[in-house]
């Protein structure tokens, strides 16, 4: 290629190749080749120009037929390190499909457990309970703050993290998974928490109607502004953990959590603890 | 309020952009145009009534603030829960009379978006199961040598699945949806049993969403704490979700501080005692502070 004979893959293809990830990665999903298709499509313009030769090409896509799902997200940053792997390999640097599908089947599951919960788990959860809060009353403003700035970190940090892979190798891991990305995770999942804390409390409202009234039709027992005066929202929190309890302790799935749900507000309408007022 | 059948058909197109395997990519499709909040502004915008819409993916969004799939197992499948929940309530709330920011109306439409949402992780399923005809094509692609269609495998046919279980199935059930919420309006009064029952799970459904959440984020018990200080400042001092926001920053930051100076003192010792007792480090090293 170039007077060193070095073979380096421009930065036209690696675009190509984040944006056949960016909007790819899912588009071809099988329960059991998930996203593999997608991982196939983005490899093949750097496949392409690294190897001129249509045997050759043939040849070294079966490193990527392998079995592959993780966090899309911050999967990029794996892609990205296979486009470098990949480089060297073309070069003759000792790197064989081998070690280029070893690295990717070592890295996906860790990548998956830490995007799940730091992006679905955290990120997302924290913009949309912002937007929630600015789309009170039926403003589409919070709407559109959500498609706005989460399509923006999404886009950018993804194309961050494909090049930083693609830069460092599998260096460009240790920072999600070192001391420091620890550490980051830690103060991230405590904002998670406030935040989710904050939606329950000023979103979702549990509520009792169970009063008792004396011979004179007197109430001489409010439960709900009793419960209120020991802890406002009490009984949000008591449902949340009985929820929690359920499926972390219990394994119970969210479907079946939800059936339970069911029997208990029918069993509370009935014994009237729970009456949600309607009228036409 | 009805649907005709030109609102059904864009209807049935947003659904093929955002399900889960969506094709609008991952970020665009399932994590923006998939999100309730999203869908309740994208349909408010094709029935007519923006207010509504926003009032129902509000409602609807706080089931699904945590819609994590790991492994690709689905529990409810956003292209359900958005295009066809979120159509069906408005029209519920609308041919009930109901005010659209009143409780009642956010119930409904929760316990219904909820109802379709589970029932339609079936769509999610049946697309990635015809999806493995189009990728069989591509195994023959590969041994053929015929590399470029690769991208026809991964961007062209998935749309036939989704013709199939996406689009069809929501413009159908939009369509004719409408038609049978408005006649069951009739069939349940609002003050019998089984209403009174769905507009109580319609309030409870959301802490289900949270469980799930927390089930991410809760390791340890004193992982409950950040938790129920954010429930506190809300629900007894009514701040708002910016302000709590910039509360937890302040907490964060001192986590950071005090994890990242607890991993250089330790330089040197095995790395995994440090991460194994982080948790209780901390609460010892505050009281330093």
Redesign the interface.
């Known amino acids: 290629m170039d007077a060193s004979n070095e073979k380096k893959i421009s930065k036209k293809t690696l675009n190509k190749s984040f944006n ?1 990830w ?13 996203q ?3 991982y ?2 983005s490899m ?1 313009p750097i ?2 120009e690294l190897y001129p030769d ?2 050759e ?2 040849k070294n ?2 490193a990527y ?1 392998a079995f592959f ?1 993780t966090n ?2 911050l999967g990029s940053v794996i892609i990205g390190t296979t486009a470098s792997m990949e480089e060297a390999r073309a070069n003759g640097k000792g790197i064989d499909g081998e070690t280029i599908n070893d690295m990717r089947a070592g890295l996906m599951g860790p990548i ?1 457990g830490i995007g ?2 730091l992006i ?3 990120l ?3 913009l ?6 600015m ?6 403003v ?3 703050f ?2 706005v700035v ?2 923006l970190i ?2 950018f940090g ?1 194309r961050f993290l494909y090049f930083r892979g693609y830069k460092l190798g599998d260096k460009a891991v240790s920072i999600l998974i070192g ?2 990305g ?3 995770r ?22 009792t109607s169970l009063e008792l009234k004396d011979a004179t039709g007197k109430v001489f027992l409010n439960l709900q502004k009793q419960l209120d005066s020991i ?3 009490l009984l ?2 008591v ?6 309890w ?3 302790k219990k394994h119970v ?3 079946w ?2 059936i339970i ?2 029997g ?3 069993l ?3 014994v009237g603890f ?3 007022g ?3 | 309020m009805t649907i005709s059948w030109l609102q059904a058909a864009i209807l049935g197109l947003f659904a093929c952009l955002c399900s889960n395997s969506c094709m609008a990519g991952q970020a665009v499709g399932n994590y923006t145009i998939g999100r309730p909040l999203v869908g309740g502004l994208v349909c408010g915008i094709i029935l007519g009534n923006v207010p509504l819409g926003i009032a129902c993916g509000v409602a609807t969004q706080l089931v699904y603030i945590a819609l994590v799939t790991p492994g690709g197992t689905v529990a409810a499948d956003v292209r359900a829960i958005s295009y066809i929940g979120i159509p069906l309530a408005m029209v519920a709330i609308s041919s009930r009379g109901l005010n659209p920011f009143s409780s009642d109306a956010a119930n409904m439409a929760k316990s219904l978006g909820t109802l379709v949402g589970t029932v339609g992780s079936v769509l999610f399923y049946a697309v990635a199961f015809m999806n493995l005809i189009w990728q069989a094509f591509g195994w023959k692609d590969i041994e053929n040598n015929k590399l470029n269609r690769l991208y026809g495998v991964d961007f062209g046919w998935p749309w036939l699945s989704h013709l199939c279980f996406s689009f069809l199935p929501t413009m159908l059930m939009t369509h004719f949806g409408a038609q049978a919420v408005t006649a069951l309006r009739n069939a349940l009064p609002m003050d019998g049993i089984p209403m009174k029952t769905l507009f109580t799970v319609g309030a409870m459904l959301p802490c289900v969403g949270i469980a799930i959440l927390l089930r991410q984020i809760v390791n340890t018990s004193v992982d409950f704490i950040p938790f129920l200080v954010g429930f506190t400042l809300a629900a007894s001092l009514h701040l708002n979700l910016v302000s709590i926001t910039i509360i937890s920053l302040l907490f964060a930051m001192i986590f950071y501080e005090i994890e990242m100076f607890g991993a250089k003192s330790d330089n040197g010792s095995s790395a995994s005692t440090v991460s194994a007792s982080s948790s209780d480090d901390d609460d010892e090293e505050e009281e330093d502070i």
Not at chain 1, 128 to 133: D, R
Not at chain 1, 135 to 140: E, H, I, K, R, T
Not at chain 1, 187 to 203: E, H, K, Q, R
Not at chain 1, 239 to 244: A, E, F, N, S
């Open positions: 056949l960016f909007w790819g990665a899912l588009t071809c999903f099988s329960q059991e080749h998930m593999t298709f997608g196939l499509a093949l496949i392409k249509k045997d090409q043939q896509i079966h037929t799902n899309p997200m998956a799940d919960s679905d788990g955290t997302i959860p924290i949309l309970g912002l937007a929630l809060g789309s009170q009353n039926g403003s589409p919070g709407a559109i959500y498609i989460w399509d999404a886009y993804q001391k420091q620890k550490a980051i830690h103060a991230i999942s405590i904002i998670g928490g406030m935040v989710v804390g904050g939606v329950l409390a000023s979103w979702v409202n549990v509520t802890f406002p929202g949000t929190v449902v949340t953990l009985l929820c929690w359920l499926m972390a799935s969210a479907i959590t939800m749900l069911i208990v507000a029918l509370g309408v009935l729970f009456n949600p309607l009228k036409y």
